[in-house]
Structures are given as C-alpha cells and as structure tokens.
C-alpha cells in the first residue's frame, strides 16, 4: 500500500490550552491529517504545553496564549477553552492573521457570535464552530437520504445528548460564570443537528431546564423547537442521565433513525430506514470526523475547495440557545429573533 500523502501543503496550526478533547481528539486529527501539521501547543502552565507538545511532536511549546498568537508560523489555531474564552480569544486569533476553528459553542450568545464574525469578515481569516459530528459519514449519509426527499416531507425531529457528569466543582461545566450548563454544552448539539436536518431555522422555542441550586447551571434541558410550515423538534440535554446522542426525523414518507448517535467512535456507524412499512437497517463505514473536520479546514485554508459548511451563519445557533434559556426562565415560548 502506498503512502497517503496530502494534495496540499500542510497548514501549520497551533493549538490554545490542553483540555481534554484536544489531547484525546483533536490533536491527534491533526496528527494524522496529511494536510495539517500541528506546529505548536500553548498553556498557562508551561510544563503542561511542553508535555503534549512532545506528546505529538509539536515545534515549539508557549508558556503563554500570546506568545503562540505571536508565532508567525503558526497559520491555524484551534480553541478548546472554556466557553467564556471563546469569544476573546478566536478574535485575538483573528486579529493576529490566523485561521480559527473554535470549540462549540463558539460564544455565550447571539451577540457574541456576531462579533466574532464580523471580525473574521473584516479579517479574511476563517472562523469555524466545530461541530465535528456533521464530518461523520453517519450523517452525511443521513443528510442525503433527507435531502433527496426519501422521507417526504419533514414533520417532526427528536435529538438527544445526555451523560451522567460527575459532581466535581472544579469542572467548568459546573462553573456558571464560564457558561457552563447543559444547553450549552450538549444541548448545542441536539439543537444543531435539528437546524441541519431541517434546513431552514426555527421560529419560537419553549424550553424547561432543571437547575443546579448548588452551581447555577442547568443540569437537565428539555425544549420544543417550531420550523414552520409543520415542522416540530423535541430536543432534551442533561448531566444527570446516562446515555449517547440519538435522532429520529419523521417524514410523511417515512422515518429514519441515529440509533447509536450522531457520530459513533468506535464502531460502524448505524442508520435504521422506514419507508412503506419496510425497515432497513443500514451501516455505514466508520471514519474519523475529527480528522475529516481538520482535513476540511486545512484544505480550506490553502485554497483547495471551499468550507464544506462555510456558509453557516454563527449566531444561528446561539440565537435558538438565547430563546431556549428566555423560554426556561419565563415559563413562556420565545420567538428566535
């Protein structure tokens, strides 16, 4: 078998903090990405940002966030801070030249989604939220069985994101003032895939959320999404229950179902067609979204071919995730504005 090797010159990226999806995932994606090339990793504890930077063979390790801003090698920063850094630190990124893909959610609201963007408008530089379960080839089969009509017309979606967090306050899921909580953690998935499926977004939500009188978070989501023209959503999100992520779209042709979640890891992924009463179970091929996210971007960044998911606009989903929380705090349904 011959060497993979990449059509492009790889990007040099640069990666913000040592959290934990960055050393799991994300780092290695880029690892094994021909057209990506992880050239330096930065920490507020130096010893951290030296550690995984021979961990995956980095160039240089930073002591600082600055001092990787500052490298003029570095072309592409991945940001894997907690949420409440997001917004400060992709624009800093932005400003210093560099391409950013930006952990989810890419803010703490609408507005702040705004802001970013216009900057990276302003910039020329690319910003992306990294949604990477959309890169599966779970879902872009799925995408395309929805697309081609195969289940008539959309009339309702469910999505799920839920695991059981541990009670532990030093996790900045817990922590209210770094925009922890649910919704924004999982629940951004569940509305995401919902938005995707749909095509078009959501007009008024009603939400109720469980929360934490300990922490301030929520704990537990729940919420109804309307689309319009006889589309419904049902999403739920929460720390406090087992389980995976899931959807099911029932059309009036058909349904189809994400048994074992958007995206599966470990195994082929698992798509369940119902269409005039016969059901087919079909699996698809596993492949590292991760890896075809960064892939995505690298090549995006040299040029090769636009953004797969570029025209997204990134306050689309901060705004259902405003409504949703104006929903769970006045009792009331909240348009999307």
């Not at 390790?61 to 409440?84: K, R």
């Not at 995401?192 to 959320?209: D, I, K, M, N």
């Not at 929360?211 to 406090?240: K, P, R, T």
């Not at 074992?260 to 590292?288: I, K, Y």
Request: hydrophobic residues 40%; charged residues 20%.
């Amino acid at each position: 078998m011959t060497e993979k090797k990449s059509v492009v010159e790889p990007v040099r990226w640069g990666v913000l903090g040592c959290a934990r999806i960055a050393n799991n995932w994300v780092a290695p994606a880029i690892v094994a990405t021909p057209s990506a090339q992880l050239w330096a990793v930065a920490s507020r504890a130096p010893d951290r940002a030296q550690e995984m930077a021979r961990r995956f063979g980095a160039q240089k390790a930073y002591g600082a966030y600055e001092q990787l801003l500052a490298d003029p090698d570095v072309e592409a920063v991945y940001i894997p801070l907690p949420n409440h850094l997001h917004k400060p630190w992709a624009i800093a990124a932005l400003r210093a030249g560099k391409h950013v893909l930006c952990e989810k959610p890419i803010a703490l609201n609408a507005a702040e989604a705004r802001e970013m963007q216009a900057v990276a408008q302003e910039t020329g530089n690319l910003l992306v939220e990294a949604f990477m379960y959309r890169y599966s080839p779970l879902m872009r089969q799925a995408l395309q069985i929805v697309r081609a009509g195969e289940l008539g017309e959309l009339r309702a979606i469910h999505s799920a994101f839920t695991f059981v967090l541990p009670d532990d306050p030093r996790n900045v899921r817990l922590q209210a003032d770094m925009g922890g909580g649910a919704l924004y953690d999982v629940g951004c998935y569940a509305i995401h895939v919902q938005r995707l499926f749909a095509g078009r977004e959501p007009v008024s939500t009603y939400a109720r959320c469980l929360w934490s009188e300990q922490y301030g978070v929520d704990l537990n989501c729940a919420g109804l999404l309307d689309f319009g023209q006889g589309l419904v959503g049902s999403l739920h999100a929460g720390f406090d229950t087992p389980g995976n992520t899931f959807f099911r779209l029932l059309g009036t042709k058909g349904s189809l179902e994400g048994p074992d979640g958007f995206s599966p890891r470990e195994r082929p992924g698992v798509l369940v067609l119902n269409r005039a009463g016969l059901t087919r179970r079909l699996t698809v091929p596993q492949a590292n979204a991760y890896e075809q996210e960064v892939r995505d971007f690298s090549e995006a960044v040299r040029g090769a071919h636009p953004l797969l998911y570029g025209n997204e606009s990134l306050d689309a989903n901060m705004r259902v995730i405003d409504a949703c929380y104006a929903s769970a705090k006045s009792g009331q349904a909240v348009t999307v504005s």
